[in-house]
């Protein structure tokens, strides 16, 4: 029953910022990390951020000093910062998380994504 909902994305003129939002909903028992992938039409799908439960993050380099990632254990929800938006950023991202159900067994869930556009 566990759920990944995502919001935030929406058009943007290049230079722009946008905050994506992940919710993980359902019977669960922790979280070890959350994250967001972007998945580009003619490219491979990219782990574009993570952040752990312990807090350490982790950015695929050509967004690193752009997006920042964060989180909110209370709401069980993740948060990605987007700013100085490129074109090339245009795709739709997708909240990942790997989580237990079960205690001590992780499991990786996806969301359905949200679209983000940047403008030139």
């Known amino acids: 029953q566990v759920q990944l909902v995502e919001s935030g994305g929406g058009l943007v003129q290049a230079g722009g910022a946008l905050r994506l939002s992940c919710a993980a909903s359902?019977?669960?028992?922790?979280?070890?990390?959350m994250g967001w992938y972007r998945q580009t039409p003619g490219k491979q799908r990219e782990l574009v951020a993570t952040?752990?439960?312990?807090?350490?993050?982790h950015y695929i380099e050509s967004v690193k000093g752009r997006f920042t990632i964060s989180r909110d254990n209370a709401k069980n929800t993740v948060y990605l910062q987007m700013n100085s938006l490129k074109p090339e950023d245009t795709t739709i991202y997708y909240c990942?998380?790997?989580?237990?159900?079960?205690?001590?067994?992780?499991?990786?869930?996806w969301g359905q994504g949200t679209q983000v556009t940047v403008s030139s």
């Open positions: 990942y998380s790997n989580l237990e159900v079960v205690r001590g067994r992780g499991n990786d869930y």
């Open positions: 952040i752990t439960s312990g807090g350490s993050t």
């Open positions: 359902g019977n669960i028992f922790s979280i070890n990390a």
